[in-house]
């Protein structure tokens, strides 16, 4: 049984840091991510890591996210500088094993101004 557990989320101040973690268990995961979801929006892709290290990023947060992951522990991370109110949303890890996708439960993420 796939299981995605998060944690890391909570209140910053614009400007702060944050660093979110997504220990997986139960499979073989190719490409670890995050998505996030602002109320009134539709989920959208923050960052993503294959196995080998490859990332991809949205725009919007190129330059002040980074994703990592260790492979061993099956887990990723997404550390998050420079935060901006924009970025307030219920963040949520993704894993993806041959043809399924998993999600963790979400971690709220608010940016005050």
């Known amino acids: 049984q796939v299981q995605l557990v998060e944690s890391g989320g909570g209140l910053v101040q614009a400007g702060g840091s944050l660093r979110l973690s997504c220990a997986a268990s139960g499979g073989i995961f190719s490409t670890m991510g995050w998505y996030r979801q602002a109320p009134g929006k539709q989920r959208e892709l923050v960052a993503a890591?294959?196995?080998?290290?490859?990332?991809n990023y949205a725009d919007s947060v190129k330059g002040r996210f980074t994703i990592s992951r260790d492979n061993a522990k099956n887990t990723v991370y997404l550390q998050m500088s420079s935060l901006k109110p924009e970025d307030t949303a219920v963040y949520y890890c993704?894993?993806?094993?041959?043809?399924?996708?998993?999600w963790g439960q979400g971690t709220q993420v608010t940016v005050s101004s």
């Open positions: 993704n894993a993806q094993e041959s043809m399924w996708d998993y």
């Open positions: 890591i294959t196995s080998g290290g490859s990332t």
